[in-house]
């Protein structure tokens, strides 16, 4: 495979090419670090829901990986299929080439997808596997796309793992078809991969806009029509500064402008659906998309009145580990919480910058993991909730702090207008269960040893 | 507010609305442009028995595998040590997975660290993480051992752990006396459960040879004891189990490998990196004891030669105690190990158990089993199903290398079934994964599957009830807190499976609605 070059990982590190931006942090040894590139680059590309991935390797990247997502699917569930080379002992040694090939005929013969995705692993980029070659061949031989990820664990995290698949998209599927109806008014969406099914409800209200939804980049997504991504007249960057370079690179191959946004909380839905309309330049669009953003708020804001009764002045604590912080925080701050934390991990320069837009002075930033770092800012300031990923949710579990999921295993849609209702009951069933009360109030026998949160 | 808006769906519900079902309707122009007779074909023909055999000529490709890496299972044995640190040598993301499977299987945070290698190391080898690995994770998480495994990247490179934590102490990084365990757990060969044996392994060898002192099986106070081994153990509960039973004998013992106290610690407030475990002061301790009983002899291959050799014990080895056979050849051998009587309580609640087979037994009898699972756990299972006369037909094993001497147990196996009539309709695969699994429950069909989480997608094709046992269980709540080993789990197991099958009779009543049964 092609060695990826050190240069071009430092300084368009995390998608951008600003040359002042800095890299995607380096994890340090001997931490309980996230997930590698190789898993982002899987995360950025299997809700291609109709395409094979094959992972190129041992068999526990597959193993430990599939089936673990929550970016649902409409239609076929391809992707949902833990493909594998698995590799063993002798193919290390002697190179597992053939086998990866063998593996894209029977996958090509016996589930025909329109493309099949070929990603490398640790193992098989330190062996020198010539993924590249192996795919072309079989592509050529075969007549459908056969995609190499360049993306192996150890060239770093996760979100460097998203920019390089960003990269193979736009290097070997963007440009290669055209769309077969007349979409002259196209937007893309980059970087929302349909969680819990939230790309459907943003869909819901750009129909009910008249905005066209060219190519999902990739929330179930279907191969081909990311082939045409290419005629989009705008792209939205979907709070994934990773896959910043992709819109980018578009923009300046295809001249296609593009802005970032959100569709975490209803003001920053109205203003994503506003720039895209701004974006595809037509006053009559503009007009339908006030109407129908401010008809949506206003019943929005009557329904949301009993939640945020309850909620308003509760602190919260919010660790995503990503780029969702600052546009979280919108959706929180609507709801009368007050964002006491907020982890800034994998957030780059400019997310930090929009994180600092929308707290108050004395917000304390998380830099880096570790439980009991989040745990600490909870206790400290005195937190009502804690709202991060799975992995995190036991331990707030055992310090019987009220918890939200917000990564990729939940199983609530939180976007857009209807979105922020869900959330917001999501958060009022949390912190009102009566477990906490149970939990935190001593049994019986030991009043005295009473636990005061 | 309206009803509609106060109930809030999840995904399942949700998107069965109009309007959602609408959008997807439209969304077809995109699809591969199949007709819907051309699916119903396809699906058709991968249900076929042509397909079947196609299938099992497959070489090259997994299909949905159906095991774990090695290093997951290392992880696992660390956490069996008192404030032990797993710390995981490779790139970062391996780790991440292990840390999420064991959590989402357990439902409770798993502490372990990884070296974090990035391509440096991949040219220059991994030293240097190694060192800072060590310095950093002993400073924030300050653990009293750390157990170091590698993932196949530092196998590739060549990595010398030895030498590598040698010159960490050298450095001054962690001091002279601190244990740090290792084992080599490459992931492209054995699987989870060869990983936790080399751990194990490592662990004891590791501390026996640090405290200096030599093997006297039978001496002094520590004499009277037992070592109990469980394995790669998915059931907290069977940790409780084992040692109600020990109890109920009142011999002394010491499991050695205990990971039920951090994976079923209690919500108290505070959470803690480290929750129980085998006191690494009793390790060497163990050398002493009167022999050991292990319950997983295919998973602990490597740990039982060496405590027959280097401790020179006695070794009781069984596969996982599933059933009321299995539980008494496990009572005989603690019997046989202690020299004491099988006590009373025992002997009262085996006839319970035997009791309540004979009330299931008209719901059980002749049902058609699929099994999925690790080599031990299907041992208890086919010896489960045969003797409340279930008949296992398709049983699959998760490993099938050399390293886990698939011959050896697949021969054990087809004895086993040889000693009933009800097993006479199995056949076992070794090295299959779950797209065979598939193709058979469709095309020799079966009345329950038994396995893990992931033969759920399977069996939904097949349109068969998965009964929930084994690792990991992903998507079911707490079934690893009761105990499956045991008279106790025969009934537990018994319990699971019989209720599946009534619920099965329900869910197909004809409208009778029956309240007896
Ligand atoms: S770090 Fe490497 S070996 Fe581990 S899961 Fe990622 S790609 Fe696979």
């Known amino acids: 495979m092609e060695p990826i070059r050190k240069e071009e990982i430092d300084d368009q590190a995390c998608g951008s090419l600003a040359p002042k931006s800095k890299p995607c942090p380096r994890p340090k040894p001997g931490e309980a670090a996230g997930g590698c590139s190789f898993d982002g680059a899987q995360i950025t590309l299997l809700p291609i829901m109709d395409a094979a991935h094959l ?240 008809r949506e708020e206003n019943r929005l804001s009557h329904d949301l009145r009993p939640y945020r009764k309850i909620l308003k002045g509760k602190k919260a604590v919010l660790y995503t580990g990503g780029v969702k912080s600052w546009s979280v925080i919108s959706a929180l701050k609507e709801l009368g919480i007050q964002v006491v934390g907020v982890g800034t991990n994998k957030s780059s320069d400019e997310d930090v910058q929009r994180i600092a837009d929308r707290v108050s002075d004395d917000t304390e930033y998380i830099p880096e993991g570790g439980a009991s770092r989040i745990i600490k800012t909870v206790r400290e300031r005195k937190a009502d909730i804690m709202i991060a990923g799975g992995r995190n949710m036991y331990v707030a579990m055992k310090e019987q702090i009220p918890f939200v999921d917000i990564n990729q295993e939940r199983h609530k849609a939180y976007a857009g207008y209807e979105g922020l209702l869900r959330l917001a009951k999501e958060l009022v069933d949390s912190i009102a269960n009566p477990i906490w009360k149970l939990a935190s109030s001593p049994a019986p026998w030991d009043k005295e040893d009473s636990y005061d949160r | 507010m309206s009803k509609e808006r106060m109930n809030i769906p999840d995904y399942n519900t949700l998107f069965t609305e109009e309007r959602y079902v609408q959008q997807r309707e439209n969304k077809k122009q995109f699809e591969a442009p199949c007709s819907d007779q051309e699916k119903a074909e396809a699906l058709a023909y991968s249900q076929s028995a042509e397909y079947m055999e196609k299938n099992f000529e497959r070489k090259a490709v997994v299909i949905n595998p159906h095991k774990a890496c090695q290093p997951l299972g290392s992880v696992m044995a660390a956490l069996g040590f008192e404030k032990t640190l797993p710390f995981v040598h490779g790139s970062q993301g391996c780790n991440s997975y292990f840390r999420s499977h064991l959590s989402r299987h357990f439902k409770e945070p798993t502490p372990a660290v990884s070296s974090s290698m990035t391509e440096d190391a991949a040219v220059f080898g991994g030293m240097s993480n190694m060192i800072d690995g060590l310095e950093n994770a002993v400073a924030l998480y300050k653990p009293e051992m750390v157990a170091v495994c590698t993932t196949c990247m530092a196998e590739v490179i060549g990595d010398d752990l030895s030498a590598f934590i040698g010159n960490a102490r050298q450095k001054g990084a962690i001091a002279e006396d601190f244990p740090v365990t290792f084992a080599n757990t490459p992931s492209f060969i054995g699987s989870h459960i060869t990983g936790y044996d080399s751990m194990i392994k490592s662990i004891l060898s590791q501390l026996f040879d640090r405290s200096g002192q030599t093997a006297a099986p039978g001496a002094g106070e520590e004499g009277e004891k037992l070592n109990v081994l469980l394995g790669f153990e998915p059931y907290t509960g069977n940790f409780a189990e084992i040692r109600k039973i020990l109890n109920a004998f009142d011999t002394k013992y010491t499991i050695l490998g205990d990971h039920s106290g951090n994976y079923d610690s209690p919500a108290n407030g505070e959470y803690e990196y480290y929750y129980g475990g085998t006191k690494l002061a009793d390790v060497p301790k163990a050398a002493n004891a009167l022999g050991s009983l292990v319950l997983q002899k295919y998973t602990l291959k490597k740990t039982q030669e060496y405590i027959k050799g280097t401790w020179k014990q006695q070794v009781s080895a069984l596969s996982t105690p599933l059933g009321v056979k299995a539980t008494d050849k496990l009572l005989e051998a603690i019997s046989e190990l202690t020299g004491l009587p099988v006590p009373a309580s025992l002997k009262e609640e085996r006839g319970r158990v035997v009791d309540a087979y004979a009330d299931s037994h008209p719901y059980l009898h002749g049902k058609r089993v699929a099994l999925a699972g690790d080599p031990d756990l299907l041992l208890g299972l086919i010896g489960f199903c045969l003797e409340v006369g279930m008949e296992p037909v398709h049983i699959l094993c998760s490993n099938g290398d050399v390293e886990f001497d698939g011959k050896k147990w697949k021969e054990e196996v087809e004895a086993l079934l040889a000693t009933s009539p009800y097993g006479s309709e199995a056949t076992v695969y070794v090295g299959k994964d779950l797209w065979h699994l598939r193709s058979l429950l469709l095309n020799d069909p079966v009345d329950l599957a038994i396995g893990s989480s992931h033969v759920k997608f399977a069996a939904k094709d097949a349109g068969v009830p998965l009964v929930r046992v084994g690792f990991p269980i992903f998507d079911r709540h707490h079934m690893h807190r009761n105990p499956i080993i045991g008279y106790q789990g025969a009934l537990n197991l018994l319990t699971l499976i019989v209720n599946i099958v009534l619920d099965q009779l329900d869910n197909n009543e004809s409208g009778f609605g029956d309240l007896v049964r």
């Not at chain 1, 969680?195 to 209200?205: F, Q, S, V």
């Not at chain 1, 006053?283 to 109407?291: A, K, L």
């Open chain 1, 55 to 294: 992972v190129h390797g041992p068999v526990a990247c597959a193993g430990n990986s599939w089936e673990s997502r929550g970016s649902l699917s409409s239609g076929p569930s391809l992707s949902q299929y833990g493909f594998a080379t698995d590799l063993s002992n002798n193919d290390i040694i002697f190179g597992g080439e053939k086998k990866l090939k063998d593996s894209i005929d029977y996958i090509a013969g016996r589930f025909a997808p329109p493309a099949i995705f070929v990603y490398a692993t640790c193992v098989t980029a330190l062996i020198g596997e010539d993924m590249d070659a192996v795919c072309k061949e079989a592509s050529d031989r075969l007549g459908i796309p056969v995609v190499p990820v360049n993306s192996p664990g150890f060239v770093g995290s996760k979100n460097l793992g998203n920019r390089l698949a960003g990269d193979a998209l736009l290097q070997y599927v963007i440009g290669t078809g055209e769309p077969e109806l007349e979409a002259s008014m196209g937007v893309n969406l980059i970087g929302e991969y349909n969680i819990a099914g939230e790309m459907w409800d943003i869909e819901k209200l750009m129909n009910q806009a008249g905005i066209t939804l060219l190519s999902r980049i990739t929330g179930d997504a279907r191969y081909k029509e990311i082939t045409w991504a290419h005629r989009a007249k705008a792209n939205m960057v979907v709070c994934s500064r990773a896959l910043l370079g992709l819109a980018k690179q578009m923009e300046s191959k295809y001249g296609i402008p593009y802005f970032e946004g959100s569709f975490y909380g209803a003001k920053e839905t109205t203003y994503s659906l506003r720039q895209m309309a701004y974006l595809l330049n037509d006053r009559e669009m503009e007009r339908r998309v006030d109407r129908l953003t401010e």
